[in-house]
């Protein structure tokens, strides 16, 4: 089984609606991460948590929220999907007593709204 | 955000052969780390090595290994032998208090 599963794989919505994506992780990390990427670039980061009461604003947190339900939870919401949002969506996970931040990745959410 | 260049958008490379993809970051950090991920068209982003910028040799793994100048603020991945299925794309990241900033990616494309 995949380390860090997201929920859906993919999803249609249509604007204005609000869309939920779930992640979940059985590494045992503290650290998770919301990313999306657009076609042809790299990856840019939305939001972070360090730890079940830690939540901080990336790069671009602007239209998402987030809830770090557990440990091993980590969603990512938007409340009002606008077309630009459509994207590939990804959550990372760390592992804060490690010797280096290496970050897992899990298979990616692909978003579109209409 | 740190800049991240990754100066060469797509590369073709012959089956069994080496191919340089090259990174340039910009941190005013003493401390921090590098990655490599890699990008199939299948879209997962897969881990392929790390460097700590402390670190004396270049870190090597498997058939990757990084040409790490940190003066130059340029960490170049090295794949060698490339098969057919080191066709993807490629991201250069450096860390920064736990967090990955991305380039935006080299295509390397293998011929057979």
């Not at chain 2, 060698?80 to 080299?106: H, I, R, V």
Request: proline share 3%.
């Amino acid at each position: 089984d995949a380390d860090v599963t997201q929920t859906p794989r993919n999803r249609i919505t249509k604007t204005g609606k609000r869309i939920m994506l779930e992640c979940s992780q059985t590494k045992g990390h503290d650290r998770m991460y919301w990313y999306r990427q657009d076609p042809g670039l790299g990856l840019r980061l939305i939001y972070y948590s360090f730890d079940v009461k830690d939540i901080n604003k990336g790069e671009i947190s602007d239209g998402y929220s987030v809830s770090r339900q557990a440990q091993a939870k980590f969603s990512l919401s938007l409340e009002s999907a606008i077309p630009n949002q459509t994207a590939l969506y990804f959550c990372a996970t760390s592992d804060a007593r490690a010797s280096t931040d290496t970050q897992y990745f899990g298979p990616g959410t692909r978003l579109t709204v209409l | 955000a740190q800049k991240i260049t990754q100066t060469q958008p797509g590369m073709f490379v012959q089956e069994k052969e080496a191919v340089t993809l090259d990174c340039t970051y910009d941190t005013s950090d003493q401390s921090y780390g590098l990655f490599w991920y890699k990008q199939p068209s299948s879209g997962e982003m897969i881990f392929l090595i790390y460097q700590g910028s402390y670190d004396e040799q270049n870190a090597t793994e498997g058939r990757y290994s990084l040409n790490f100048q940190k003066a130059r603020k340029s960490a170049n991945l090295v794949i060698s032998a490339s098969q057919l299925g080191d066709s993807a794309m490629y991201f250069c990241a450096p860390s920064n208090d736990y967090k990955l900033s991305f380039g935006a990616g080299t295509t390397v494309t293998v011929r057979a």
